[in-house]
């Protein structure tokens, strides 16, 4: 299953669905519109498992039922306000959790214990960094970027500039990407977005490949979640 914003391109879900099942999110009267879409806003990512916000809208919880999804529901609701909207924004690695650790939900942590703790101010933390091994990473914030490179893990530091997400004057990198078997998937085309040849260079060299979903400026969807078929029980 790949859990994305129901705002992407028509030509990024007909790439998806030939991957597999395609659940596009949609909320509203939960957190502020431009964000009401973002996986990386309810969901957190651990392994082959998703931490689940409570207030999720029921329909999303019967898809994942359906689809026998491994889940754990958080501890916290998201809400419309900061720090209520980034309690689920972390990210996880096979040896990482990074995350602003004061707003993080408890259940994150508990499913982390055997991974570091990376601490990092910038609490939306998804929405500008994804790993595409734990050797390599990419983000559009400067301290996740020092943060990461202190601990010895390659990182390429990009200029969010020209990212689009609505109601803002632009959005982060980490929200148009998603990870699945060696692939970086892009929503957007690289060559409309100014420190695309930086990202070309940096996913080659780490021996990944990257898909482009569709031929348009870079779209902040709040990340591309890839929901592994071992996940299923």
Do not use: W
């Given at each position: ?55 999720l809208p029921r ?140 990202v070309r260079d ?32």
């Open positions: 299953m790949i859990i994305v914003d129901k705002k992407i391109s028509t030509e990024a879900k007909s790439y998806l669905r030939i991957l597999g099942t395609l659940m596009g999110l949609e909320t509203s009267g939960i957190v502020y519109p431009a964000i009401s879409g973002h996986p990386d806003i309810f969901f957190a990512q651990v392994g082959d498992a998703l931490i689940v916000a409570p207030n329909e999303y919880f019967m898809i994942l039922d359906k689809e026998k999804t491994k889940y754990t529901l958080g501890a916290g609701l998201v809400g419309k306000q900061y720090p209520d909207t980034a309690k689920y924004n972390a990210v996880s690695s096979k040896t990482y959790l990074v995350h602003n650790t004061k707003i993080t939900d408890p259940k994150i942590t508990q499913s982390c214990t055997d991974k570091k703790i990376l601490d990092v101010k910038q609490a939306y933390t998804r929405c500008n960094l994804i790993f595409l091994d734990d050797n390599h990473a990419l983000t559009s914030d400067a301290g996740i970027h020092r943060g990461l490179v202190e601990h010895g893990i390659n990182t390429l530091m990009v200029n969010p500039k020209g990212i689009v997400l609505p109601g803002f004057s632009h959005g982060f990198f980490g929200g148009c990407c998603g990870v699945f078997q060696n692939n970086l998937f892009v929503l957007g085309n690289l060559d409309r977005f100014a420190d695309g040849d930086k940096f996913v080659q060299a780490a021996h990944f490949e990257i898909v482009e979903l569709c031929d348009t400026p870079l779209f902040d969807g709040g990340g591309i979640l890839f929901i592994h078929p071992k996940s299923a029980v």
